[in-house]
């Protein structure tokens, strides 16, 4: 798992994250419509479901916005690894071209000195 890629492992991670919360969520829910099952009165059974409903809607809007927090953070990940890669190989390319432009000009000068010593002797 050392080569995987971490943008690949944080979207992992948050399923599985989000797969216990939604249990969680789940569980919850099922425990308040117990408790409306149990209730005495009309009013505490009513209560109880809707806490239940609520339980569910706010549940699956905080794993949504997990899953949503998790994608955004791997997709950034990936992007700046990219922008890491493009900017070595931007500092390779400009550091190859440096030595062949010197050699270009020391060639370019020993040229000249030849040239020179040829017009004179």
């Known amino acids: 798992m050392a080569d995987a890629d971490l943008d690949a492992l944080i979207r992992q991670l948050a399923k599985q994250q989000n797969k216990a919360l939604t249990a969680a969520v789940k569980k919850r829910r099922d425990r308040a419509i117990a408790l409306a099952a149990k209730a005495k009165d009309a009013e505490s059974k009513q209560r109880q479901r809707q ?11 905080t794993v949504k916005r997990l ?22 190989a931007a500092k390779k390319a400009v550091a190859s071209a440096k030595p062949a432009k010197k050699t270009a000009k020391k060639a370019s000068k020993k040229e000249a000195k030849k040239a020179t010593r040829k017009a004179k002797g």
């Open 67 to 88: 899953q949503m927090s998790a994608d955004n953070a791997a997709y950034s990940y990936a992007r700046s690894v990219r922008q890491a890669i493009d900017a070595a």
């Open 51 to 61: 806490l239940a409903k609520d339980i569910l809607e706010i549940g699956t809007a």
